[in-house]
């Protein structure tokens, strides 16, 4: 199964998203939103720019 987006609202009333894994595993959290329209556009801005995106490991070079 793949990835499903929900839309919630949290504890304070805001518009959030999260992005489950075909386990139900949590991976991925958006931003708190004064709407559930502009949720839904966050959600449409990660599906547009994560298939190409890349990795940025910001742990090279720590020890």
Do not use: C, W
């Not at 075909?22 to 959290?29: C, F, S």
């Amino acid at each position: 199964m793949a990835g499903t987006f929900e839309l919630y609202k949290d504890k304070a009333g805001q518009h959030r998203f999260r992005l489950k894994a075909g386990n139900g595993e949590i991976i991925a959290v958006g931003e708190a939103y004064n709407s559930k329209a502009a949720a839904e556009k966050g959600i449409q801005s990660v599906k547009a720019a994560a298939p190409d995106a890349p990795v940025k490991d910001l742990e090279i070079g720590k020890s």
